[in-house]
């Protein structure tokens, strides 16, 4: 797999062709059809003195840039920056607590203001990972699931940085690997051939699958283990022969396109279809159902994948824009999108089990829970998939995927972590996976009450103490979904404006001051 740069120009062409687009929709509803261009007089038949037609504004959606969008306080007792302290973590050397009371606003030069979805903190807090652990490539993506809003849009190039830091997060560049598991085992269940329950006994499969470790061999397959233990441990070789024997072209292609694979992903920036070839060869299909090639992803996808589990199994394309003010001060904030049902219920829950499974017994295990079986994150559980490919073509960079959500029981956030690590390598996508976590169940009031943030001439101000309206991005927004809008969260929360804990269990807060986020 060559570096993310080698795709990134259709990108390019697609947001210039989304532009064209957006500015000749604008076009057309500036013109009057004939049929109403009539002359009309006063009573008196006196001609009234023409008036000055006045300037529309330009369209806004052509002119997004999340890289001009800066800080702003929330309201004016927000507190004074602070001088920046060191610190011994080796993720965050220095926390941006001027960052922990602010929402993302981008001016626009003819008077249109944006207020973005972004928790600045959470923002900064990935970019600081990616840097200080000297990742090449690598994407953060995080979701409220009550609206799948965007939390977290993180994008980072150290190898090249002529690379856009959006288009690392919105562009399919890295096979999806083991995360495809997910869609398999939901297509499984959801053509009622198999449970979690089904065991395969199986051998080999760790880095590759061939031909005759499909064909069942007592003398040979000595391990056994059912769906939800695959999908924990990912055990190539189940997936394989469970798809193998059970899922037809047809079938894992629904379920893929039901997961919008090969799809559009409305979204306020372009976005990559994340592709997906399922072989009519039998063998070869079965390989791909277990994660080997012929599907990649975009991180800003992993996320919604993960979200559609959380979400018990409805889809909703993500949003990144909380409101709109044009010059006038009149809203212009766009509905949000649609949401629709993907995978039942019962499906999205079973998968949801195997996924708690990955990080308290399977492959993401050693970043949630210490060697003498202690959680890092108390009282929360998180659900979880691993993916790790190795690029065939220099520079040989191995794609480090952990999508998921959390807590798993009643879900807040979906997620999505992308690496792409040399050789040497640091840490791995599920570690910083959960150090993101911790921030955001350090900071889950403060995100919470933030969100009710709205534009006002004065700045950006929270609505009065008592005074509250519920969680949306714009009052003509409708309601999330039943099953979504039914969960509460955990009655016990640590203070809302704590800042990135130390590794281990969630801290206490430390003062200290940092930048803004300097990516995307």
Same mark, same amino acid.
């Given at each position: 797999?060559?570096?993310?740069?080698?795709?990134?120009?259709?990108?390019?062409?697609?947001?210039?062709?989304?532009?064209?687009?957006? @500015?000749?929709?604008?076009?057309? !509803?500036q013109e009057v059809p004939e049929t109403h261009d009539?002359?009309?007089?006063?009573?008196?038949?006196?001609?009234?003195? /023409?008036?000055?037609?006045?300037?529309?504004?330009?369209?806004? $959606?052509?002119?997004?840039?999340?890289?001009?969008?800066?800080?702003?306080?929330?309201?004016?007792?927000?507190?004074?920056?602070?001088?920046?302290?060191?610190?011994?973590?080796?993720?965050?050397?220095?926390?941006?607590?001027?960052?922990?009371?602010?929402?993302?606003?981008?001016?626009?030069?003819?008077?249109?203001?944006?207020?973005?979805?972004?928790?600045? %903190?959470?923002?900064?807090?990935?970019?600081?990972?990616?840097?200080? !652990?000297?990742?090449?490539?690598?994407?953060?993506?995080?979701?409220?699931?009550?609206?799948?809003?965007?939390?977290?849009?993180?994008?980072?190039?150290?190898?090249? /940085?002529?690379?856009? /830091?959006?288009?690392?997060?919105?562009?399919?560049?890295?096979?999806?690997?083991?995360?495809?598991?997910?869609?398999?085992? #939901?297509?499984?269940?959801?053509?009622?051939?198999?449970?979690?329950?089904?065991?395969?006994?199986?051998?080999?499969?760790?880095?590759?699958?061939?031909?005759?470790?499909?064909?069942?061999?007592?003398?040979?397959d000595e391990r056994c283990d059912d769906l939800g233990?695959?999908?924990?441990?990912?055990?190539?070789?189940?997936?394989?022969?469970l798809a193998l024997k059970h899922l037809s072209a047809?079938?894992?292609?629904?379920?893929?396109?039901?997961?919008?694979?090969?799809?559009?992903?409305?979204?306020?920036?372009?976005?990559?279809?994340?592709?997906?070839? @399922?072989?009519?060869?039998?063998?070869?299909?079965?390989?791909?159902?277990?994660?080997?090639?012929?599907?990649?992803?975009?991180?800003?996808?992993?996320?919604?994948?993960?979200?559609?589990?959380?979400?018990?199994?409805?889809?909703?394309?993500?949003?990144? @824009?909380?409101?709109?003010?044009?010059?006038?001060?009149?809203? !212009?904030?766009?509905?949000?999108?649609?949401?629709?049902?993907?995978?039942?219920?019962?499906?999205?829950?079973?998968?949801?089990?195997?996924?708690?499974?990955?990080?308290?017994?399977?492959?993401?295990?050693?970043?949630?829970?210490?060697?003498?079986?202690?959680?890092?994150?108390?009282?929360?559980?998180?659900?979880?998939?691993?993916?790790?490919?190795?690029?065939?073509?220099?520079?040989?960079?191995?794609?480090?995927?952990? %999508?998921?959500?959390?807590?798993?029981?009643?879900?807040?956030?979906?997620?999505?972590?992308?690496?792409?690590?040399?050789?040497?390598?640091?840490?791995?996508?599920?570690?910083?996976?959960?150090?993101?976590? $911790?921030?955001?169940? $350090? !900071?889950?009031?403060?995100?919470?009450?933030?969100?009710?943030?709205?534009?006002?001439?004065?700045?950006?101000?929270?609505?009065?103490?008592?005074?509250?309206?519920?969680?949306?991005?714009?009052?003509?927004?409708?309601?999330?979904?039943?099953?979504?809008? #039914?969960?509460? #969260?955990?009655?016990?929360?640590?203070? /809302?404006?704590?800042?990135?804990?130390?590794?281990?269990?969630?801290?206490?807060?430390?003062?200290?001051?940092?930048?803004?986020?300097?990516?995307?």
């Amino acid at each position: 797999m060559s570096a993310p740069n080698t795709r990134l120009s259709g990108l390019g062409a697609l947001f210039f062709v989304g532009t064209l687009g957006a @500015i000749a929709f604008y076009v057309q !509803r500036q013109e009057v059809p004939e049929t109403h261009d009539v002359v009309r007089t006063a009573a008196t038949g006196t001609q009234a003195a /023409p008036e000055e037609a006045p300037v529309a504004a330009l369209p806004w $959606q052509d002119r997004l840039d999340l890289a001009a969008a800066t800080p702003a306080p929330l309201g004016p007792d927000a507190p004074t920056p602070a001088k920046a302290t060191k610190t011994a973590d080796p993720d965050f050397p220095s926390l941006a607590t001027d960052l922990a009371r602010t929402r993302l606003v981008q001016e626009l030069s003819d008077g249109h203001r944006i207020l973005y979805t972004l928790d600045p %903190v959470l923002q900064d807090a990935a970019l600081q990972i990616f840097r200080n !652990r000297e990742v090449p490539y690598a994407a953060a993506v995080v979701l409220d699931v009550r609206d799948n809003a965007v939390l977290a849009l993180a994008g980072h190039s150290s190898m090249d /940085p002529e690379v856009d /830091p959006l288009e690392i997060v919105t562009t399919a560049w890295a096979p999806a690997a083991s995360t495809f598991k997910l869609v398999t085992a #939901a297509s499984l269940l959801a053509n009622k051939h198999v449970n979690s329950k089904t065991r395969v006994c199986f051998s080999g499969g760790l880095h590759g699958i061939t031909d005759d470790l499909l064909l069942d061999d007592p003398r040979r397959d000595e391990r056994c283990d059912d769906l939800g233990g695959a999908v924990a441990h990912s055990h190539n070789v189940v997936i394989a022969k469970l798809a193998l024997k059970h899922l037809s072209a047809d079938a894992l292609q629904a379920t893929v396109r039901s997961f919008k694979f090969d799809s559009d992903i409305p979204f306020e920036f372009p976005v990559e279809r994340s592709p997906a070839l @399922i072989p009519a060869d039998a063998k070869e299909r079965a390989k791909v159902a277990a994660g080997f090639w012929h599907v990649d992803m975009s991180p800003l996808h992993g996320a919604l994948l993960a979200s559609v589990f959380a979400r018990d199994g409805v889809y909703q394309a993500p949003h990144v @824009i909380s409101q709109v003010l044009g010059p006038d001060g009149t809203d !212009r904030t766009p509905a949000l999108p649609k949401t629709e049902r993907v995978l039942s219920k019962d499906v999205a829950e079973a998968v949801g089990a195997m996924m708690v499974r990955t990080t308290t017994e399977g492959t993401a295990r050693a970043s949630f829970v210490d060697r003498q079986g202690n959680s890092y994150i108390s009282e929360v559980q998180v659900a979880g998939k691993t993916g790790s490919l190795t690029g065939k073509r220099a520079p040989g960079l191995n794609y480090n995927w952990f %999508v998921g959500y959390a807590p798993a029981e009643r879900p807040e956030i979906a997620f999505a972590v992308l690496l792409a690590n040399e050789p040497k390598w640091q840490i791995k996508a599920h570690y910083a996976a959960r150090r993101l976590v $911790q921030i955001y169940l $350090q !900071r889950r009031d403060a995100i919470a009450d933030h969100r009710l943030a709205k534009l006002t001439k004065k700045g950006v101000e929270l609505p009065v103490e008592g005074k509250k309206a519920a969680p949306a991005a714009s009052p003509s927004k409708p309601a999330p979904p039943d099953a979504v809008a #039914a969960r509460k #969260a955990p009655a016990a929360r640590p203070d /809302p404006d704590a800042l990135p804990p130390v590794p281990g269990p969630v801290a206490r807060p430390q003062a200290a001051s940092g930048k803004a986020p300097s990516g995307v």
